[in-house]
């Protein structure tokens, strides 16, 4: 059937958007819920017309652990972000334009450290900061999520890069540019969006990064993972408000995320998939 | 990229020590103490049981569940940017939440909408979590990882051989023996990709027990990953935890051999 009657085709809409609908329906429902007072949040049957209001959000807000938390996961997030680049674009780099015959071997070896299971090592990690003093802080957290991510950002940049065609680079070497022009005119424009997806990418897992800020976290640098699985006790009458508090939480994420679709899926099969 | 050994390493050195930190004046070699100590322990078992139970279910819904929805949002439709965007949308939201919205408002037995929904057909509430405890975390991760099996199949769909398929349609094959002959062949890399990672992933799933049953009740969703956490910061027994972590770790080395050699072959291609 490779032109389906209009028939076959609006079933097949119609069906579509069924699913679509049904998969997305618990996150519209907790943004719903959102705008409820707490009062209509818990109500049976559930009212599924009501006078929506901002209070929660107001609240929510207002409260002052709440910012401290979605602050903390924006220093964690862009934090490691840039620390991860930092590692990131000139190991990629050197990968991809000065090749060695390791070059191939260490690529994989890094990937490899990727699938051991975080759990395996907690208890190290762990002990290590508790020893230093790095538990519940900022800069703990941004280097386990920096260690966690680099080794896909490596991979996603070292393709990127692999795509620059070489003619390009011998072009502007004929016209005399030297290494420092080379890479500030030639390659930075060209890898400019593969680095902001990669960047995209890094946020995205940082932000939702749960098992390590429920870890390693207490309070200073609780993120919003954390701060969320805080209200897992059955607080039935807050339901509204740590609505609010989750839709605010996984909003840019979620914006995010629907933007860099394709990178995503480039990062997290390493490129087997394209 | 040292870094990544010595955590490593420490796993493996406490592993074979006596060391719980509420005395830690008694730490020493004790040689294979703590992983005899643990194969002993009937939780260790019924840990491994739920870990292989959870992964394997939700494996299988969600590849099953990706591929019938990937062929199904790859057809040409009315608004198909966004019903893709919905659908995918579970992917993103951060795992605490997740068990949240379905722990309070979904599945919760006197306020959640599941059992006001089956009120109306006249079933009786269930207390998920209690009665339904692992059933109850495999729909919630299904529900988070369809959309990520979902997108991978998506791209790969995106690169069968239209002419292969026009080929097989003018040879006057159903749109069954296409999908069969044609497209499953052509996706085979994907799934076995989506499968190796999705396995490392399961394996230590963690924040949505965390969040819903805390494990429990009793040792029912005790997996892996919660039984290390419980051994090391709740009963403080570091000795005993880093030999689970050492067993999690052979777990996901297995998998992960086959995943590299997957990804090696990409690369030499």
């Avoid at chain 1, 840039?82 to 390791?102: E, G, Q, R």
């Avoid at chain 2, 730490?27 to 294979?32: A, D, H």
């Avoid at chain 2, 408002?105 to 006197?110: A, R, Y």
């Amino acid at each position: 059937m490779l032109h389906p009657s209009k028939q076959f085709r609006r079933i097949i809409a119609g069906f579509a958007w069924m699913i679509a609908v049904l998969m997305f329906f618990p996150i519209l429902w907790m943004f719903a819920t959102g705008f409820k007072s707490e009062i209509d949040a818990v109500a049976t049957p559930p009212e599924l017309f009501f006078t929506p209001t901002v209070e929660n959000y107001i609240e929510v807000y207002a409260r002052a652990n709440y910012v401290k938390a979605a602050l903390n996961s924006l220093v964690i997030s862009l934090g490691s972000t840039a620390l991860a680049l930092l590692l990131a674009i000139p190991a990629s780099f050197a990968f991809a334009f000065f090749p060695t015959k390791n070059t191939r071997n260490t690529l994989l070896w890094m990937l490899s450290t990727k699938m051991l299971p975080s759990v395996g090592v907690l208890v190290p990690v762990y002990l290590i900061f508790r020893d230093i003093g790095l538990l519940d802080s900022h800069l703990g957290l941004i280097i386990v999520n920096t260690m966690m991510n680099l080794p896909i950002l490596i991979w996603l940049l070292f393709s990127f890069f692999k795509e620059v065609p070489h003619e390009l680079l011998e072009a502007g070497r004929i016209d005399g540019a030297g290494f420092k022009e080379e890479l500030r005119f030639v390659l930075l424009p060209l890898a400019l969006p593969g680095i902001a997806s990669s960047a995209l990418l890094s946020i995205i897992l940082c932000w939702n990064e749960a098992f390590w800020s429920l870890n390693l976290t207490t309070y200073n640098a609780a993120p919003l993972t954390a701060f969320i699985a805080s209200f897992s006790a059955p607080e039935g009458l807050f339901w509204a408000k740590l609505s609010a508090a989750s839709t605010l939480a996984i909003a840019p994420i979620l914006i995010m995320g629907w933007m860099s679709q394709r990178q995503l899926v480039q990062g997290l099969t390493f490129g087997a998939v394209k | 990229m040292v870094w990544m050994l010595i955590p490593l390493v420490m796993t493996f050195w406490f592993s074979l020590q006596r060391y719980q930190l509420l005395s830690p004046q008694t730490r020493g070699f004790n040689g294979g103490v703590n992983f005899s100590y643990l194969m002993t322990d009937p939780a260790l078992w019924a840990a491994l049981f739920n870990t292989i139970l959870l992964l394997s279910s939700v494996l299988i819904i969600t590849v099953g569940l990706g591929l019938l929805m990937a062929v199904l949002f790859s057809q040409d439709f009315w608004g198909r940017s966004v019903a893709r965007i919905l659908v995918i949308s579970p992917f993103f939201v951060m795992p605490t939440v997740t068990a949240l919205i379905w722990k309070n408002m979904l599945m919760h037995p006197v306020n959640g909408l599941f059992g006001f929904l089956g009120g109306l057909v006249g079933l009786p509430a269930i207390d998920w979590f209690g009665d339904w405890p692992m059933a109850s975390i495999i729909i919630i991760v299904s529900w988070q990882w369809v959309p990520f099996a979902l997108l991978v199949f998506l791209t790969a769909l995106q690169s069968v051989d239209r002419q292969q398929k026009e080929a097989a349609y003018l040879d006057g094959a159903g749109a069954l023996v296409v999908f069969y002959h044609v497209v499953l062949p052509h996706l085979k890399r994907a799934i076995g990709i989506v499968v190796l990672i999705e396995m490392i992933f399961f394996l230590t799933i963690f924040a949505e027990i965390y969040v819903t049953t805390n494990g429990g009740p009793g040792l029912a969703t005790t997996n892996l990953a919660f039984l290390i956490y419980i051994k090391a910061l709740l009963e403080f027994d570091i000795g005993v935890a880093s030999a689970g972590g050492i067993i999690a770790i052979v777990l996901a080395n297995i998998v992960a051999f086959f995943l590299m050699r997957t990804v090696a072959r990409t690369m030499d291609e």
